[in-house]
């Protein structure tokens, strides 16, 4: 299945951070999205919400039939100023809708938009085992950029972590 006429993208609200939480909440039991182990609290992720700027670093939901399925965010990464150009996709979508290219049409999208945000390189931090997505970003151009053996405590099990990378170019 893919994309429909009525989805929507938009930037997330205050009042979407309910949803936001149930579908990150939603990856955790997989343990292929997140090194969360136990749920978080909508009260939990209100500073995190609120470090986001609609004009640098957006949170934007994909709303299907009025419903929101999916969200993407871009987060600062590392917090000094020298990577100001730099920025960290997360992409979470509800159970029910994996497999059907909305993360791919949200990291598609955010990538057209990055020279909007003021970003030049997009990373990302995926679970070494976690292979729709490494393939979803392969695809869209990112690259392997690092490899962390054995960095995560899953269940008694150590999992790596990937740093995949996207030069954006901006002309």
């Not at 009025?66 to 992409?91: C, D, K, M």
């Amino acid at each position: 299945m893919s994309m429909t006429t009525t989805d929507v993208i938009r930037d997330a609200t205050a009042a979407d951070l309910p949803r936001i939480v149930e579908i990150y909440n939603g990856s955790i039991p997989g343990r292929m999205a997140t090194a969360d182990t136990e749920p978080v609290t909508v009260a939990s992720r209100v500073a995190w919400f609120q470090q986001h700027d609609l004009k640098t670093r957006p949170i934007w939901v994909l709303e299907r039939n009025g419903n929101i399925v999916a969200w993407i965010s871009l987060s600062s990464f590392y917090g000094r100023p020298a990577y100001h150009a730099t920025a960290e996709v997360s992409i979470y979508v509800d159970a029910d809708y994996q497999g059907q290219g909305i993360g791919a049409h949200l990291v598609r999208t955010l990538i057209s938009r990055c020279s909007d945000f003021g970003v030049t390189t997009l990373l990302g931090f995926v679970f070494g085992h976690n292979t729709p997505s490494l393939r979803m970003l392969e695809k869209l151009g990112f690259n392997q950029w690092g490899f962390l053996p054995a960095i995560a405590e899953l269940d008694n099990q150590m999992k790596d972590l990937v740093i995949v990378g996207l030069k954006i170019d901006n002309h």
